[in-house]
């Protein structure tokens, strides 16, 4: 296909302007409804990808459409029985009492358009603030980088002979020797030079050479001696990273279905993507339980389904093991996120296992029970009970939910009935600072 342009044209100038006046209204767009926005599907299941597309709300694809029902009475640019500066193309307004009953055209319309993940997580800052976290200083390691020219010395190889630090050493030498062979044999500058060069640099032998009236035809210049010569020393450039893991605990019996795990992916996928922005290393470790508490990929967690019982108190336990084994507290920033619906056979030894956790001084330990409206498996709530039973909590009620706070162990709880809850309960765990006691 040809292309053809011309510099007198506008139109360029004009499809920019409008492209950048939609965009402006895209972004206008996900701004008001950013709530939603992250909640989508779409996002959720993106796979290693820049970018996502996501559905927008409230904007028009404007396009023509051609009618297959023209008539000739009817068609025509101009056509029709209008007059001068009458308002066209509105829908009129049924007069009060004719409604025609339920219609069967869809109620609004909306576009897909791609955005990087980087810019949703920008919106969501502007929205949010930057996230608070509660670093350990000392939870750091070091990362080579590759190699560097840290120093210089006196000693070294001819491949790293620094020149510039070499002739300024010779430069300040000869300077020196020169002015104390002119104050001793009272001759010019340029002989002084070309004596020195005779005598290798030999103070001594140059002040002889002058008065014995021995220069040769040596040309003027700087000697450079072996101790004018300075290497470059290569060492290992290192740097510190701060290691942050999340150790995600899931409840996969029967009652966690697809609703739910859809809502528990939700609240991980944004917290670990916030984590990424905020440390160098971030790993993920995924736990799934239902009587037994298991290591598994990430697919399998969130597309895994068991049934049988549920004891919470499992995935606790393996977390615990995980952090003494492979994230001791001294070299990693811990957090800890369990999602379950609040079902639990022995809710008092999850509690006890619970605290053997957050005596740990882990950095967070966030559990978010999805409770949905007419769940017919949940509503139970035992584990929830038997938490605020043991410890005492802050509460907020927000959005028609519950989020609970104990800062003293950094323990975090919020409900989640449907996807709008995603987004507070990450301001929740992430963006609210904890009070120090």
């Known amino acids: 296909m040809t292309i053809i342009y011309h510099d007198s044209w506008e139109m360029s100038e004009r499809g920019k ?21 992250i909640g989508e599907e779409s996002i959720i299941t993106q796979k ?53 009953g339920a219609g069967n055209e869809p109620g609004g319309e909306s576009m897909e358009t ?13 929205d949010l603030g930057l996230p608070y976290m509660d670093e350990k200083t000392k939870a750091k390691n070091l990362v080579p980088k590759g190699w560097k020219f840290e120093s210089i010395t006196k000693k070294g190889i001819l491949p790293r002979l620094h020149k510039k630090k070499t002739m300024i050493e010779a430069i300040k030498r000869s300077v020196m020797f020169q002015s104390e062979i002119i104050e001793s044999t009272g001759c010019s500058e340029e002989d002084a030079q070309k004596a020195l060069i005779q005598a290798d640099g030999d ?68 917290m670990v993507e916030f984590l990424k922005k905020t440390y160098d290393n971030v790993e993920i470790r995924f736990i799934q339980h239902t009587t ?11 597309k895994k389904s068991d049934m049988g019982g549920t004891l919470c108190h499992t995935a606790f336990d393996k977390a615990n093991y995980l952090i003494d084994t492979e994230y001791p ?47 017919p498996w949940g509503g139970d709530h035992a584990l929830l009970r038997a938490i605020t039973e043991k410890w005492s909590f802050t509460k907020k009620k927000e959005l028609g939910t519950l989020f609970l706070r104990n800062d003293e162990n950094h ?20 963006f609210e600072p904890v009070q120090k006691q």
Not at 116 to 121: H, K, M, R, V
Not at 231 to 243: G, L, P, T
Not at 292 to 302: K, P, R, S, Y
């Open 114 to 126: 791609e955005v990087p993940i980087d810019y949703l997580i920008e919106i969501m800052f502007d």
């Open 203 to 270: 103070i001594n032998d140059a002040i002889n050479i002058i008065d014995e009236g021995r220069l040769s035809g040596e040309e003027a210049g700087i000697f450079i001696d072996d101790n004018d010569l300075r290497f470059k020393q290569i060492e290992q450039d290192v740097e510190y990273h701060s290691n942050a893991v999340v150790l995600a605990m899931m409840d996969t019996s029967g009652s966690m279905d697809t609703r739910k795990k859809y809502l528990a992916r939700s609240m991980l996928f944004w």
């Open 17 to 37: 302007s409008d492209a950048a006046r939609h965009q402006k209204k895209i972004d206008s767009v996900i701004r008001k409804n950013v709530q939603d926005v």
């Open 292 to 302: 037994e508490a298991h290591i598994v990929n990430e697919d399998d967690f969130f």
């Open 411 to 430: 323990f975090l709880i919020s409900m989640i009935k449907n996807k709008k809850h995603v987004y507070p309960s990450l301001r929740h765990f992430l």
């Open 48 to 100: 290693d990808g820049k970018t996502v597309k996501i559905p927008v709300k409230g904007l028009r694809d404007y396009r023509f459409i051609y009618d297959p029902n023209d008539d000739e009475e009817k068609s025509g640019v101009g056509q029709g029985d209008f007059e001068d500066g009458q308002i066209i193309g509105q829908e009129r307004k049924s007069k009060e009492g004719e409604g025609s």
């Open 329 to 375: 507290i001294e070299e990693w920033n811990v957090y800890c996120m369990y999602l379950s619906d609040g079902d639990d056979f022995d809710p008092n030894k999850t509690v006890r296992s619970i605290k053997t956790m957050l005596d740990k001084k882990i950095n967070m330990l966030g559990y978010t029970e999805i409770s949905l409206e007419g769940d």
